[in-house]
């Protein structure tokens, strides 16, 4: 099918690019990650397991789907723009996005965990999408995500899910350290190590593999 291909890009190039892009921009990279981190704060002040539910939904996937735009923004070399509020722009398009691909995601999970697993893979890239081709609707991005993506899912479950299991596996080995008596200051300068290199580095990578995923597609076929 025309617009899709594999990338040519080294996964290893991948990292490399967004470790890049998180040096070169440590002070912007923070700003987004306070962003993300101040209002999950808050909404633990609040301790109403409702608001979690609606603040999830109808403020967080706006809120932190700006900040990988945003990301992507630094990658591109775009350190002067500073639009972390872009995708409130496009609200009822993010929020409608979010609600359908976790609809589709569910949909196919009924089946087994693994098909639900490659469609979440298949959707991720639907939010990139309506930043750059703000015309287009929800079900158009979701599908030219979904058509996007064959080839390149292999690539983006490793580029995502590395990073992930190693903060889970050093937050966890803290614990363990923790339990067993050891420096709570020690450990409280793991966790912040830990949230200011690993976490965002890990939506930096997303971001990335983004962009080089489009690269690596023709969309003429689409529009």
Do not use: C
């Not at 290893?12 to 990650?33: C, E, H």
């Not at 397991?49 to 630094?74: E, I, N």
């Not at 089946?111 to 703000?134: N, R």
């Not at 079900?139 to 690539?155: N, P, Q, V």
Request: no cysteine.
């Amino acid at each position: 099918m025309e617009g899709v291909g594999r990338m040519q890009v080294k996964i290893s190039q991948i990292y490399k690019d967004a470790w890049t892009v998180y040096t070169k921009n440590f002070g912007r990279v923070m700003v987004g990650l306070w962003l993300i981190v101040t209002y999950v704060l808050l909404l633990v002040l609040v301790r109403q397991p409702w608001l979690w539910y609606l603040g999830t939904f109808l403020v967080f996937t706006v809120l932190f789907s700006g900040v990988q735009w945003f990301y992507l923004d630094l990658h591109d070399n775009k350190e002067k723009n500073w639009k972390l509020f872009d995708s409130w722009k496009h609200y009822l398009k993010m929020t409608g996005s979010q609600f359908y691909m976790a609809i589709f995601t569910a949909l196919w999970s009924l089946l087994l965990v693994v098909p639900g697993i490659v469609k979440g893979l298949a959707y991720s890239q639907a939010t990139y999408l309506l930043k750059e081709y703000p015309e287009i609707g929800v079900f158009e991005a979701i599908t030219l995500s979904r058509k996007m993506m064959k080839g390149k899912m292999g690539k983006f479950f490793v580029v995502s899910a590395i990073p992930v299991l190693i903060t889970a596996a050093i937050l966890v080995a803290n614990v363990v350290y923790l339990m067993d008596g050891g420096s709570p200051t020690v450990s409280l300068v793991i966790s912040l190590v830990t949230l200011v290199v690993l976490v965002p580095y890990s939506w930096l990578l997303n971001s990335v593999f983004y962009r080089h995923a489009i690269e690596n597609s023709n969309l003429s076929w689409f529009f």
